[in-house]
């Protein structure tokens, strides 16, 4: 079972800069993905982190965070398996239901 410790972050975080320099992140899907990957330790943001740093509550969020993680087909089979393994580590991390909202 994955630990959500610093070094998980770090790397995580690697991970998403890495996607984001080959252009497979937008600046806003960055900004989403490491704000998620900085609260996994705590089992994610409250409701009110949220609404301060993105005006919604965690349902939408989770609907932005799972968007921005969905492979595109113009993303190379490694770039959607990083996106896909970052999903499924953070519906982990957040307690998400993988049904909420699913990766189309």
Known sequence: MTRFDTEWVRQSMKTCAFLAKLHSL????????????????????????????FGVHRDKFVELLRAALRPKSTDLDKLQDLKR????????AWNIDPAQTPSA
């Not at 937008?26 to 740093?53: K, M, N």
């Open 26 to 53: 937008s600046r806003d899907d960055r900004e989403i993905i490491e704000f998620a990957l900085s609260w996994a330790p705590y089992g994610g943001a409250t409701s009110a982190d949220l609404l301060v740093a």
């Open 85 to 92: 393994n970052l999903d499924v580590s953070l519906q982990r």
